[in-house]
């Protein structure tokens, strides 16, 4: 049983990972900045409210708490705003984290899970793409992200700190029981755009490109259960507290979805249909991003267990509830 800083805490993956870790008997301790995170989402542990580049309060949340770990998720996230504003993106994602990372060596702490993407990949040259595949991002965001994993790499060989990058391919869904959900605003994502369009709070779903070379000519991703994410979190951390190596590691479910069967899914577990118009691709995206996991599977143990369905079904429910509250 570990007491763990969870950075970035209060935002969507990382509220579902405290879930997680305090079911496993583990205790997150949230450190956040709120700019994108919310507050009612810090349930499972208490909440220090600071930013990144805050270092000072940084050695103070850490001397307090004493974690034995950090896991890391605060970051901007958006890769179409990373285009249009890169230096907020490198300020934030690298520089906020050589300051998380100078707090933590200072007080000596020497373990973290990192949040990286599928971003990191760039265009895929083989799909599905496993963890040794070329690293030529497309966009500011997956080269921060890239330039983190060279620094924990660094870390790692010349000071011993030992890191779980984990690779992220597209996080969806929400805490079955409806208490957490996915909520950014702006809303960008698929599933809960193309859920909110089927509640009628939108007038339709547009899909950015239809001219990609994918199966149908729509972009693919690799939708994984966000709940499934967390378990690979708290089994990243018991690595890395079990004494494990450091590693990088791809978590998806290793299945391509385009966007136009992800809105059959939407209707089908929704039983409602929404218009549908099809617009110009989106800067920055890939055609089709898809985990090869045996790494995870094999390393971790870990194998994503909820389907597609179930992804929109939990996340129907937590916008439900989002719209009773
Ligand atoms: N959502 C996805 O599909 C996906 C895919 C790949 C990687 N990721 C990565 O996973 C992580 C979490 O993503 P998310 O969707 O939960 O995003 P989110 O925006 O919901 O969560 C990010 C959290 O970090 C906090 N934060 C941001 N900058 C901060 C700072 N300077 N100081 C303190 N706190 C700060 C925000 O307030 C928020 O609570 C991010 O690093 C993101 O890049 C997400
Ligand atoms: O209204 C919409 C919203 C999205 N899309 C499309 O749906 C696909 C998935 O888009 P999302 O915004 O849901 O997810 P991304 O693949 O862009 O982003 C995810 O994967 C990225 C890596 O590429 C980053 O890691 C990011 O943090 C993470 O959310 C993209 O082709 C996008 O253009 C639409 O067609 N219409």
Known sequence: MATVLVVGGAGYIGAHCCLDLAGKGHVPVVYDNLSSGHETFVQWGPLEIGDLHDRDRL??????????????????????????????FYDNNVGGTISLLSAATEAGIDKLVFSSTCATYGVPETSPMAEDHRQAPINPYGHGKLMVETILADLDRLRGFRSAVLRYFNAA??????????WHEPETHAIPIAIEAAMGRRAGF???????????????????????????????????????????????????TSLNELLAVVRAVSGRDFPVSFGPRRAGDAPSLVAD???????????????????VASAWRWHSGRNAG
């Open 173 to 182: 869904g929400a805490d079955e029981d409806g208490r957490i959900g996915e």
């Open 206 to 256: 547009t899909v950015n490109g239809t001219d990609y070379d994918t199966r149908d000519g729509t972009c693919v991703r690799d939708f994984v259960h966000v709940m499934d994410l967390a378990d690979a979190h708290t089994r990243a951390l018991e690595h890395l507290l079990g004494g494990g190596a450091s590693a990088a590691v791809n978590l998806g479910t290793g299945t391509g």
């Open 59 to 88: 050695r103070d949340v850490i001397a307090r708490h004493r974690p034995e770990a950090i896991i890391h998720f605060a970051a901007l996230s958006e890769v179409g705003v990373s285009l249009l504003d890169p230096l907020a």
């Open 293 to 311: 996991n045996r790494k995870a599977r094999a390393l971790l143990g870990w194998a994503p267990g909820r389907s597609l369905e179930d992804i």
